[in-house]
């Protein structure tokens, strides 16, 4: 006799009522008799909203990616916004990405708003994910939804809910909709489509939107130098490919070489273990194609085309990955330098990032007379920035996780503008005689050398997320006093409110929203972050490091990382 946990088995019920397909119920059943441990994992929960809206592994269930739970999802939503904005048109945008069902679960989601009498706009074909932010501005939507997993492996998809500004949900409307959702029952869902009012839109929004790009992402780079510059190109089998080609040539970028064994969407990615650009083997081919190619500056993006990853040559001509915090701290810097040079600045503009980045972001606003604002993980608090600041101009901003946004015209990471931003900064740097290396090293020197140093750690399912959270228990209860020879000097502990001052044994209120983080502050300035990923069954710590020597700092760099890394006992 195989034994279901009586709670899962009345969840696991609900799903063999006739609301449910026969295939449904025939798979559950199956399920029941043959395979225990995946019933438990597919029902012990429903899938939550994390920093980028809902996630998980497709299949049937309370805690997959299904129709069902789409659709509960999108019901919810609904409710919501007829209660938010009452006796008023409410039109919806929807896009999606590369993914296997991603088409299949937009058209549910269109069915599900319309058929609550809301007006869809559609994509066709699949889009890239900033795109569908600009197409919520565009097009005056209440809200917008993207069907997509990012980076995840091949066997997740997910759902990521915008607003009307065109930013993801946050605090308090996301813990709102989540509570109309929870007090609704499947049978509650209305999956009858009005196909009247589904719309499809694709080249109107594209045309405005690679227009947009190309004015917010150039910055006076003569011909001469786009011509002079090799780009190769990699959308690692997303949504990409559909844009960024086309916004490098408007842009005058004529001199680009795509991987063309990547080029085509695929919700398998043959090609890569992992389509994320924070990974070097997912660049792989990519950076092959470079050295045949003698060129430049490399740049792959993720899936949804909402991360890029950059690789540039050396001073030795070879290619280097950039990690994530250092494309972020040079995009800062020229754009600064760039709305220096137009006496555009003020004092009344700001640059943002996140508490888990670099803390060099913060030094160079500082140099520039900008002010800076810092977030939580997400792009979405970096997007509530922009709408928290309205007398404040917002100029750029970025995370470690390989994302960046550059002026207002989009509301989350966008690797199209941020693709063609990148090529604006190694043209220029080639045509004056250097390089984007070089103009890293030049920050370098002027700032101090900072490093960061990323460990994720995966563990999968229930029994993961209960080691997850012992871990994150261990390191809450028992604080280090000093790290890799350093002594502590602060606590920021995000999830109480509250940051701690060793020095003078004071506790204060932290100025964020509650939040599963742990940061130590030691006197030598390093900075290590521990904090369970809201989308991957995964824990993340996060390490940056600097140096004031010049000579051999790579190594002093390094051995810091590698002290600290021992010490959390993590790899």
């Not at 993914?99 to 890239?128: C, G, M, Q, T, Y």
């Not at 137009?342 to 803390?359: C, D, E, H, R, W």
């Not at 604006?424 to 004056?432: G, S, Y």
């Amino acid at each position: 006799m195989i034994y279901v946990d009586p709670k899962i088995l009345d969840r696991v019920n609900q799903w063999l009522t006739p609301f449910f397909d026969e295939k449904t119920q025939h798979e559950i059943k199956e399920m029941i008799a043959y395979d225990p441990e995946g019933l438990e994992d597919s029902f012990y929960k429903n899938l939550e909203f994390g920093t980028g809206g809902m996630r998980g592994i497709m299949g049937l269930g309370d805690n997959r990616i299904n129709k069902y739970t789409l659709g509960k999802n999108t019901q919810g939503l609904s409710n919501y916004l007829k209660k938010q904005f009452p006796n008023q048109e409410i039109k919806v945008a929807i896009a999606y990405d590369c993914r296997h069902n991603s088409k299949e679960f937009a058209k549910v989601v269109a069915d599900v708003f319309s058929a609550n009498s809301i007006k869809v706009f559609l994509f066709s074909e699949l889009r890239p994910t900033p795109e569908l932010s600009f197409a919520v501005k565009l097009l005056d939507c209440k809200a917008g939804i993207v069907l997509t997993a990012s980076h995840n492996p091949p066997e997740y998809n997910g759902y990521k809910v915008y607003w009307e500004d065109g930013g993801q949900l946050v605090p308090p409307q996301d813990g709102e909709i989540i509570a109309e959702i929870n007090s609704l029952n499947y049978e509650d869902i209305k999956f009858e489509a009005n196909e009247n009012l589904i719309q499809l839109i694709d080249s109107e929004v594209d045309e405005a939107f690679a227009k947009a790009s190309v004015e917010n992402g150039t910055f006076n780079t003569s011909q001469e130098a786009k011509d002079n510059l090799k780009i190769v190109f990699t959308s690692l089998h997303g949504t990409s490919i559909t844009m960024i080609p086309k916004v490098l040539e408007q842009a005058g970028y004529k001199n680009v070489s795509i991987v063309e064994e990547q080029a085509e969407p695929n919700g398998d990615f043959p090609t890569v273990k992992s389509p994320n650009p924070e990974e070097p083997a997912a660049l792989k081919m990519a950076l092959e194609l470079a050295e045949k190619e003698n060129a430049d500056i490399v740049i792959g993006t993720d899936p949804d085309c909402d991360r890029l990853g950059v690789a540039v040559r050396n001073d030795n001509n070879e290619m280097v990955l950039l990690n994530g915090n250092q494309t972020m701290v040079l995009m800062t810097h020229f754009l600064l330098e760039q709305w220096q040079k137009a006496g555009k600045l003020n004092g009344n503009q700001f640059v943002a990032s996140t508490i888990v980045s670099t803390p060099m972001v913060e030094k160079v606003a500082e140099h520039f007379n900008v002010k800076y604002l810092e977030g939580l993980t997400g792009f979405k608090w970096i997007a509530k920035m922009i709408k928290d600041y309205p007398e404040l101009e917002f100029i750029g901003g970025g995370e470690e996780s390989f994302g960046y946004l550059v002026g207002d015209f989009v509301r989350d990471k966008d690797a199209v503008t941020a693709t063609l931003l990148a090529c604006e900064i190694a043209a220029q740097k080639k045509h004056a005689g250097s390089s984007m290396f070089q103009y890293l090293n030049e920050v370098y020197n002027e700032y101090g050398n900072y490093r960061e140093h990323l460990i994720s750690i995966t563990k999968k399912g229930k029994q993961g997320a209960a080691e997850i959270s012992a871990m994150m228990k261990k390191l809450r209860e028992n604080p280090f006093k000093e790290i890799a020879g350093s002594k502590v000097i602060r606590m920021d502990d995000v999830l109480k409110g509250e940051t701690t001052d060793f020095t003078n044994q004071k506790t204060l209120a932290l100025n964020l929203p509650k939040s599963n983080v742990l940061i130590y502050y030691t006197e030598d300035g390093s900075k290590i972050a521990a904090r369970p990923s809201g989308t991957e069954p995964k824990i993340k710590f996060y390490i940056s490091v600097n140096t004031s020597e010049k000579d051999n700092f790579e190594a002093v760099l390094q051995k810091k990382i590698d002290a600290i890394a021992a010490q959390l006992n993590v790899s």
